[in-house]
């Protein structure tokens, strides 16, 4: 497996318009495959991040490199070291919600820029999982945002999200047991 250094070199030296071709390659891969191809850059998990389009209106969808920190999903518009910012980044400014596919699953999300304590909290997460950024940073003429995208719970998931036991224990208090089924 290549370095992050090596992997950083490359997507930077593909430039902004290079990187937007491997994204419309990856994209399909991706969805075909539940994210088994197309899904990691290096260590690094890789999501599908479809905005809607600040000038079109229209869904635009690309691969990017996340953390996972806890049930949000963190993203670092550096685009590959590029001084333009990424497409998602401006369409994400305009519009600041999304649908994530991560794997097979989707989900919609919300979308906010980090500040201060916790942006350098979530740099320095993201750094540690691909060292790339640091690169990507000193070739930038700008500070790069630290994004998070927050899942967005439809109503009454929170509840079902609760915690109600191991299915035997569902089962059991609903009646649809066996003697034998019930520890």
Same mark, same amino acid.
């Given at each position: 497996m290549?370095?992050?250094g090596f992997v950083a070199k490359f997507?930077?030296? !593909? /430039?902004? %318009?290079?990187?937007?071709?491997?994204?419309r390659l990856n994209v399909p891969l991706y969805r075909?495959?539940?994210?088994?191809l197309g899904g990691k850059v290096n260590d690094g998990p890789?999501?599908?991040?479809?905005?809607t389009g600040r000038k079109s209106g229209e869904p635009r969808t690309a691969p990017i490199l996340y953390l996972a920190h806890g049930k949000a999903m963190i993203l670092i518009d550096t685009n590959g070291g590029n001084e333009k910012l990424p497409g998602w980044s401006y369409n994400l400014k305009a519009k600041p919600e999304g649908e994530v596919? !991560? /794997?097979? %699953?989707?989900f919609?999300?919300?979308a906010r820029i980090a500040a201060g304590a916790e942006r350098e909290e979530l740099w320095r997460a993201c750094t540690d999982q691909y060292s790339g950024f640091d690169e990507y940073v000193e070739w930038l003429?700008?500070?790069?945002?630290?994004?998070v995208l927050e899942p967005l719970e439809a109503e009454g998931d929170a509840e079902e999200d609760a915690d109600v036991g191991t299915t035997r224990e569902s089962?059991?208090?609903?009646?649809?047991?066996?003697?034998?089924d019930i520890i």
């Open positions: 290549p370095s992050d997507s930077n030296s !593909i /430039g902004a %318009r290079g990187l937007r071709l491997v994204g075909l495959s539940g994210g088994r890789v999501l599908l991040l479809t905005t596919q !991560i /794997g097979q %699953r989707k919609a999300v919300s003429d700008r500070i790069p945002s630290v994004w089962s059991a208090a609903t009646g649809d047991t066996a003697p034998d």
